[in-house]
């Protein structure tokens, strides 16, 4: 069993930085890709960053040059760096991590992060 558990949302205004965090615990072992997803209102649910277990990254194009995804394995938690918010960023955002062994997918609880002045 995986356990994801996200933290860090929150209430930031336009412009503004902000840091989540997703710790794993469990059986740890079985995670290798582990990524961001966000939904926003009435949005489908949508990819924004990635990390290998080797470190090779993926970003979104909305939020090139703007996130940083990363992964410190000594404490199993991966991290979404977020700068120059903007109001479209506003969505629930969902810490997931792939299986190494079986196409199973493992969701944290997710946290809102809202961007208005």
């Known amino acids: 069993q995986v356990r994801l558990g996200e933290s860090g949302g929150g209430l930031v205004q336009p412009g503004g930085s902000l840091r989540l965090s997703c710790a794993a615990s469990?059986?740890?072992?079985?995670?290798?890709?582990m990524g961001w997803y966000r939904q926003g209102p009435g949005k489908q649910r949508e990819l924004v960053a990635s990390?290998?277990?080797?470190?090779?990254?993926y970003y979104a194009d909305s939020v090139k040059g703007r996130f940083t995804i990363s992964r410190d394995n000594a404490v199993n938690t991966v991290y979404l760096e977020m700068n120059s918010l903007e109001s479209e960023d506003t969505a629930v955002y969902y810490c997931?991590?792939?299986?190494?062994?079986?196409?199973?997918?493992?969701w944290g609880q997710g946290t809102q992060v809202t961007v208005s002045s």
């Open positions: 997931n991590g792939g299986d190494r062994w079986t196409d199973r997918e493992y």
């Open positions: 469990g059986s740890i072992s079985r995670i290798t890709t």
């Open positions: 990390i290998t277990s080797g470190g090779r990254t």
